[in-house]
């Protein structure tokens, strides 16, 4: 994972197949760089939407685009941890497909 060369894909334009899913993810998921890696997948594949930490612990993301991308990019993710020198991980809590957001055009860190 590259967390200084900013990667970015456009924003592929929405179709029939395209979803958007609001996720809370708990375990180590902050102070690991979480959001960051969140953020560098999602602009890769062209995805939009946000990720922030919550009070609780837990980090909240939506997710917009292709379903096919939507799929890689919980992928990826699961994959750029399996990698890393300690060992930590995370959990799905809650996955819900919500309605999309037309002219959304990044993928951001919220705070």
Same mark, same amino acid.
């Given at each position: ?20 899913? &609001? !996720?809370? #993810? @708990? ?7 979480? *959001? ?8 890769? =594949? ?24 939507? &799929? !890689?990019? #919980? @992928? ?7 990698? *890393? ?6 959990t799905?809590? =809650? ?16 705070f």
């Amino acid at each position: 994972m590259r967390f200084f060369k900013r990667e970015r894909r456009t924003a592929k334009p929405l179709s029939d197949t395209s979803k958007r899913l &609001a !996720v809370r #993810f @708990t375990g180590t998921v902050q102070g690991v760089g979480f *959001r960051w890696t969140c953020r560098e997948i999602a602009n890769g =594949r062209g995805l939009t939407g946000w990720v922030r930490n919550e009070l609780d612990g837990s980090v909240s993301l939506e997710i917009q685009g292709e379903a096919e991308d939507v &799929a !890689v990019f #919980f @992928t990826e993710l699961a994959k750029s941890y399996e990698s *890393r020198r300690f060992s930590f991980g995370f959990t799905i809590d =809650r996955k819900d497909e919500i309605p999309l957001i037309p002219g959304e055009a990044d993928f951001a860190v919220v705070f």
